[in-house]
Nanobody, 115 residues
Framework: QVYIVESGGGLVHPGGSLRLSCAASGINFRLYAMDWYRQAAGKQRELVASISSSGTTNYTGSVKGRFTISRDNVRNTVSLQMNSLKPEDTAIYYC?????????WGRGTQVAVSS
């Protein structure tokens, strides 16, 4: 059984920081790319950041320079460090991987950026 569990969301003021974590089990974690998506109210889910099995990272344009994705292949975790947060970053953030030809998602963690 594959489990994907996110943590670390919350309410933060504009300009603040949050660190999201995602723990994965049931897969050979080090073999698979890991992604963070987000979905704001009334909008489609979008890819925010991804990290390959070898550690190559990619970001959507709106978060470049502010967000950093990283992985720990010993603890089977992937993190998203979010700095200089803006109100438009408000969304539910989901951890995702595609393994064994299937997509696996966590339940999401809410991030709210508001003064």
């Amino acid at each position: 059984q594959v489990y994907i569990v996110e943590s670390g969301g919350g309410l933060v003021h504009p300009g603040g920081s949050l660190r999201l974590s995602c723990a994965a089990s049931g897969i050979n974690f080090r073999l698979y790319a890991m992604d963070w998506y987000r979905q704001a109210a009334g909008k489609q889910r979008e890819l925010v950041a991804s990290i390959s099995s070898s550690g190559t990272t990619n970001y959507t344009g709106s978060v470049k320079g502010r967000f950093t994705i990283s992985r720990d292949n010993v603890r089977n975790t992937v993190s998203l460090q979010m700095n200089s947060l803006k109100p438009e970053d408000t969304a539910i953030y989901y951890c995702h991987t595609r393994a064994r030809a299937r997509d696996f998602w966590g339940r999401g963690t809410q991030v709210a950026v508001s003064s």
